[in-house]
């Protein structure tokens, strides 16, 4: 009988992740561009646009993506081939409604909620991107399915060319509007009456409406692939398949499961829609009940911008917006992590399904190392050169140069607490996988309430103001991790080995970035005075040495030391004939 083709875990988790990193890079990218070009204060309303789109995209999709991957998974394992296929169609239905839905919500709510952070310039953004929720969640509808049958390629690619679409577009549409199309824009009814800085606020909408036109074109490619990817199901295995079950039956079994993931996702996306706000809402309060001592810890952006007590809304925006661009960085690895616990999804459901604990506790422990292997270099890397990879990555011009040295510590303090950030998600999945749905739940919640808590009171503060917003951040992954991995062992009989999964890669980390802090210092002393241009400068020169060099000595570190066994390699793309090479040399255990 034939056989359905699947990815493994690393190998599904390699395509996503790499597709991941390439929509990262080139956000940030196009974030670097934007940020240059209109400064901090339109940066601001593009973050806003972003704060509403996010959660109410999330919220029309309510969890349902992942519950159709569930699902998918579990018919697929029971060989319920015949249901697979009539499930696609009941959620392709179910996404478009929604999208539609979560597309009304966004231009419904947009006045309102600017109003709310006084930020009523950022309404064309936000007005601009909201037609790509319809798109985005009938992409997601494919997605879904796909990754079920544990095929994360049109995934990937939808991603990069979304991505690619929003970089090519966006800067498009920004230009044009630099160029002279604020003239025409600012003659749009009801907005020309509310808008006060034009430039900033239609640059922002012009480059977010990227976002708008890449989703549609990533759409557009899902939808042809799918109907000429025939042999996703091998003909023979849905026709040896017992007959599918009524619509209705399958709707309401996607319903019933997809309600405790919507309500998972619900209190996610609120807690990242409320953060934006409480931050910027405490920013603004602080500002206005006290400008001079948040003004003085940050003298530079104060003697650049020449801020004074009447311009606290532009300021707020101001270090929002810097704020904003260190989220975008912090957020590069999460990224690659989250696709472990996506791929991990319809493995880790198969096993469960046919109640092989053994093989879940492996896949389980794959995914925490694998993570952790990843997220401590990465994280320690970003304390070591905060301020050198904010340089090298948003420049050192008027725009960006004056924040640089006051965000560079939440970078870094972000880097301390990356492991916690990275594990997150990934132990959201494995549970639901495991059909704890309601944990999840639980502990979002709880970690939701102990951030905006830690927001209201932190960032509430004139001495902390925005860096108040980390701590929240911080405490609410500690929570949804540590509980996260309470249940996993219990409900999976797993055991923790924390030499492997932490001390061997945390030792190999700080060698690593201690590492890298050593490469950077020399090679500024050896490069010191010499300038090619305004990227090739002495720092960037060194940064980029300075992170090759840690790459370098944190695989060396991890063969040396055996937190890189024969076993880990073997789960590589051509494992085996690496394992032989690496042996040959004698670097593998």
Known sequence: MSERKKQSLLNGALVLGIAGILVKITGVLFKLYITQKIGYDARGYFATAYNIYTPIYSLALAGLPTAVSRIVAQKAAEGKYRDVKKLFNVSIAIFSILGLLGLLVIVLIAYPYTLSVESVDALPAVLAVAPSVLFCSIISGYKGYTQGLGNMNPTSVSQVIESAGKLIFGFIFMNMVLLGGVE??????????????????????????????????????????????????????????????PTRVLTKELIALAIPFAVSSLVFNLTTFIDGWTIQNRLQAVLNTDFQTVADMFPAVIAAEGYTPADAIKFKSYLFGAYDTV????????????????????????????????????????????????????????????????????????????????????????????????LAQPITNMLQAINQKIVPIKSMALGAAVKIIANFILVSIPGINIYGAVVGSFLCNVVMVIWGLIVLKKHTGL???MKSLVIKPLVCAVVSSLGAWGVNFICNLILEGKYINSVLTAGNISTVIAV??????????????????????????????????LEKYRLLR
């Not at 459901?349 to 993570?371: M, Y």
């Open 184 to 245: 025409f824009a600012d003659r749009i009814p009801i907005l020309c009456d509310l808008v006060t800085d034009a430039s900033s606020a239609y640059s922002a909408a012009a480059a977010i409406s990227g976002v708008t036109i890449g989703s549609a074109v990533a759409l557009i490619y899902m939808v042809v692939r799918h109907k000429y990817d025939r042999y996703s199901i091998p003909a023979e295995l849905i026709e040896n398949s017992e007959a599918a079950a």
């Open 327 to 422: 989220l975008e960085i912090k957020n590069i690895i999460p990224t690659f992590t989250l696709a472990f616990g996506i791929s991990s999804m319809h493995l880790l459901t198969e096993a469960w399904t046919k109640k092989n604990l053994e093989r879940a506790g492996q896949l389980i422990n794959n995914v925490l190392k694998f993570i952790m292997l990843l997220s401590l270099p990465a994280g320690l890397g970003m304390v070591a050169l905060s301020e050198e990879i904010l340089i090298l990555i948003y420049g050192n011009n008027a725009n960006t140069a004056p924040a640089i040295e006051y965000i560079a510590p939440i970078l870094a303090a972000y880097g301390v607490s990356v492991c916690f950030l990275t």
């Open 495 to 497: 055991s923790y080995n």
């Open 548 to 581: 090759c060099a840690a790459v370098v000595i944190y695989a060396f570190a991890l063969l040396l030391t055996g937190t890189l066994s024969k076993n880990d390699i073997y789960m590589f793309p051509k494992g085996e004939k690496i394992a032989k090479v």
